[in-house]
C-alpha cells in the first residue's frame, strides 16, 4: 500500500489568507492539498474555480494539488483546471455522460485522475475504467458541504475498494473525505485508505503541526 497523505480540504481555511494557510499546512506537514470545486448545481453549494488555483500556482506555494470536481457536466471545466496543471483531477461518475473519456482527458492534460464515489453510489463503474484510474476517492459525507459527520457504512465500501485496488496490481491512492478527525482516522486506515482529507479537522484546530502528526501517529499506530 501507498504511503498515507494527510490532505488538509481548503473548504474550511480562511479564504481571506488562502495562500497562507495552505503555506501553513504544509509546513506543518500536509501531504496533499485538497482543492474543492462545487457549482451549485451538482451539489448545492459554490466554491472556487480555476483562477484561484491559477493564482496559487503563480504564488509557488511548494505543494501538491488534488482537484475534486463536484461540477456537471464535468468535461469543460477539466480543460479550465488542466490549464493549472494539478497533480490530481477527480471526478463523479454522475457528472459525465462518458467517464472513460473524461478520465482519458484528463491524462492526456498532464494530470493525474481520480474517481469520486458518494455514498450511495457502487463501485460497479471502477472495473470498467481501472487502467486510466489513479485515485479512488470515497465520499464518507454527502459532497457539498464542510464539517459533517462521519458516515460508518464507508468504511465497507473503502474495504471493497481496497480489495479491487490490490487485485489490479496498480498503485492506485484510496482516498477518504468527510468527517475525518483524528478520532476516526484509524478506523479509515485499517480499511485500506491511504490518503486522508481533513477540512474541519485541521484547519478548525488551534495547531496545525499537531493535528497533522496526531494523525500521522494513529495511523501509524494502527498500521
Not at 451539489?43 to 470536481?69: E, I, M, T, Y
Amino acid at each position: 500500500m501507498n504511503s498515507p497523505w494527510i490532505a488538509p480540504s481548503i473548504l474550511a481555511a480562511d479564504f481571506s489568507r488562502l495562500g497562507e494557510e495552505i503555506q501553513s499546512v504544509v509546513s506543518a506537514g500536509a501531504d496533499l492539498i485538497h482543492y474543492d470545486v462545487m457549482d451549485n448545481h451538482y451539489v448545492p453549494n459554490l466554491s472556487v474555480g480555476p483562477l484561484v488555483l491559477q493564482s496559487l500556482r503563480k504564488a509557488n506555494l511548494n505543494c501538491l494539488f488534488d482537484v475534486h470536481l463536484m461540477v456537471k457536466p464535468a468535461d469543460r471545466l477539466v480543460e479550465d483546471f488542466l490549464d493549472a496543471k494539478p497533480e490530481f483531477i477527480s471526478v463523479h461518475p454522475e457528472t459525465t455522460e462518458h467517464l472513460h473519456r473524461t478520465l482519458a482527458l484528463i491524462k492526456t492534460g498532464g494530470s493525474k485522475a481520480g474517481i469520486v464515489f458518494n455514498p450511495s453510489t457502487p463501485l460497479t463503474v471502477l472495473d470498467e475504467v481501472l487502467e486510466l484510474v489513479d485515485l479512488v476517492l470515497i465520499m464518507s459525507v454527502n459532497p457539498g458541504f464542510g464539517g459533517q459527520q462521519f458516515i460508518e457504512t464507508s468504511l465497507s465500501k473503502l474495504r471493497e475498494a481496497r480489495e479491487i485496488i490490490d487485485r489490479s496490481g496498480k498503485s492506485i491512492r484510496l482516498q477518504i473525505d468527510g468527517g475525518i478527525n483524528i478520532n476516526n482516522i484509524a478506523q479509515a486506515s485499517s480499511a485500506g485508505a491511504d490518503t486522508f482529507v481533513a477540512g474541519t479537522a485541521i484547519f478548525g484546530s488551534n495547531n496545525y503541526a499537531k493535528t497533522i502528526t496526531d494523525m500521522k501517529k494513529a495511523i501509524t499506530e494502527e498500521q
